[in-house]
């Protein structure tokens, strides 16, 4: 086997198969190297093994990072309608669900089978198996060294992602590469990840477990209009999910159950209107019966018509402003993606290149760029690795 290359990419996931392809085509030797038996594993298990491959809405105003400007320059170079002609080109049937969010109509390996095609026809070699033991910069370029072999490359590109996931091999080895040459780490924390209760909260809230409703969740002035879960262990559901990558530990959310609904004034006329009816049964209307059943297992009063002004509006906002401190999160094993990362000011936006380093690169989930639920993440890595594969 050779051990000169004009590039190798660490990690053979969506940013780094992506890289490769793009920057085989333009005539360049590659290598992609990973730990992994298999390659995109996270593309496999995503979107409930059809993969959200991307979001027809995907723009700046969805992603997190210390710098919200740095991914600008990379989206708009390459959009979902790229992907989606990429898509189309394969003959990939596929499908909207909510909020622009775009499914395989089969199966997620067919995303997969797609990057594997585009790198074959470049050219591209893959190792899997492999772990990189030591990353040097020389004059000359780099050596990456592995468990078998010394690798020479004029360029690297880490394309590893975050700790996520850990049962796909996942970890912070792209971090380690980035200290290593002096690059900072925006502090990294799990993101898309579900909330766990208080143990106060587990026990009277586990009648709730597998209950799911619509909900507006609320965190200082961001918010995400979603169904959420409940879980024996405390919230799931896209809108938690959302949330969670602007939570911090230690602080409040508030949930509204009904966001479609003013519930205090509907409230008051059924007091006036059907006044025997019973408060629990009047909520289920709105809100899933079990979760009314809770709500309302405090109120004394069996027909609305005993309800004073007061004890209206509060039952509007157990509904409507449902405060609750979380405990954690389910950590890195449950979380989509990590948030934080390679510090963006290290990095040119238009190439994703060190600027302290030349010919060392960062693309993907392993920079500090954030994605929101609903294919935006594959977008950022998609359009990363074509920032990069263009320019290397």
């Known amino acids: 086997m050779t051990n000169q290359y004009d590039i190798i990419i660490i990690g053979a996931g969506a940013a780094g198969l992506m890289c490769g392809a793009i920057a085989g085509a333009r005539g360049k030797k590659v290598l992609l190297l990973d730990h992994a038996q298999k390659p995109g594993e996270k593309i496999r298990i995503s979107g409930g093994g059809r993969c959200n491959f991307t979001n027809i809405y995907c723009g700046p105003h969805n992603f997190i990072s210390e710098n919200s400007h740095f991914c600008k ?11 989606i002609d990429l898509i189309k080109r394969y003959k990939i049937a596929f499908h909207e669900k909510t909020k622009g969010q775009l499914f395989c109509d089969g ?85 898309l990840v579900p909330l766990t209760f ?12 597998g209950v799911s409703a619509d909900s507006r969740v609320h965190h200082d002035a961001t918010s995400f209009d979603e169904a959420l879960l409940f ?7 896209p809108a938690i999910l959302q949330i969670s990558s602007y939570w911090n530990f230690g602080d409040a959310i508030t949930i509204d159950l009904a966001p479609n609904h003013d519930i205090l004034d509907v409230l008051k006329t059924a007091r006036i209107e059907t006044p025997r009816q019973n408060p629990k049964k009047w909520l289920a209307q709105y ?17 609305l018509a005993d309800m004073s002004d007061l004890q209206l ?6 509904v409507k402003e449902w405060r609750i401190k979380p405990a954690g999160t389910e950590g890195y094993r449950k979380a989509e993606v990590t948030k934080g990362g390679v510090d963006t000011n290290a990095l040119s936006s238009k190439t994703l290149e060190a600027k302290n380093v030349p010919g060392l690169y960062f693309i993907g989930e392993v920079v500090d760029v954030t994605g929101h639920l609903g294919g935006h993440n594959f977008q950022w890595a998609w359009a990363s690795a074509y920032a990069c594969g263009t320019a290397i």
């Open 231 to 237: 879980t024996h262990r405390g919230l799931s559901g």
């Open 287 to 303: 809100i899933p019966t079990r979760l009314a059943d809770y709500i309302a297992s405090n109120i004394k009063q069996e027909r």
């Open 198 to 209: 208080t143990d106060g909260l587990k026990e009277p809230l586990k009648m709730l477990a």
């Open 73 to 83: 320059s990379a989206l708009s170079r390459y959009t979902p309608e790229d992907f």
């Open 313 to 318: 509006t509060n039952l509007s906002l157990m």
């Open 107 to 191: 199966s997620s390996q067919q995303i997969i089978d797609m990057l594997l095609a585009e790198c074959e026809q470049a050219g591209n070699e893959i190792r899997l198996s492999t772990s990189v033991l030591d990353i040097t910069k020389f004059d000359a370029g780099y050596v990456v060294t592995t468990p078998h072999q010394s690798l020479n490359c004029d360029k690297v590109v880490i394309a590893c992602g975050g700790p996520s996931i850990p049962k796909m091999g996942a970890s912070g080895y792209g971090y380690k590469v980035a200290e290593k040459f002096g690059i900072a780490i925006v502090p990294t924390s799990p993101a």
